[in-house]
Nanobody
């Protein structure tokens, strides 16, 4: 199973920016659907953004226009650029990779949100705190 390591979390004020990174232990971008999820205390895990191997992206409505997912194939890293951060973005952010999804469905955040978490590889998470 692929190993994923997130980094880049921290504390910022509302309106600020952060860039999260997800480093994979192996080359996965032609085989896996990759996404960022987040979970705030007392809330369900929420899919934030997903990226296909061809670079096409999809986003949750709550972050459209503010967040951007991208990948660096050579570096085996996926990024989440987060701009205009709001207090409600405070959460632990996780990177996830799904090997099976693309055999049956398009790699979108909606489809990743519907997948059982046990079918994905997960990183350990990185904390993002946004103060208003």
């Amino acid at each position: 199973q692929v190993q994923l390591v997130e980094s880049g979390g921290g504390s910022v004020q509302s309106g600020g920016s952060l860039r999260l990174s997800c480093a994979a232990s192996e080359y996965i971008y032609n085989t896996h659907c990759i996404a960022w999820f987040r979970q705030a205390p007392g809330k369900e895990r929420e899919g934030v953004a997903a990226i296909e191997s061809d670079g096409s992206t999809s986003y949750a409505d709550s972050v459209k226009g503010r967040f951007s997912i991208s990948q660096d194939d050579a570096a085996r890293t996926v990024f989440l650029q987060m701009n205009d951060l709001k207090a409600e973005d405070t959460a632990t952010y996780y990177c996830a990779a799904d090997l099976e999804l693309r055999r049956y469905l398009t790699c979108t955040i909606t489809n990743m949100n519907a997948r059982p978490p046990s079918l994905m590889s997960w990183g350990q998470g990185t904390q993002v705190n946004v103060s208003s």
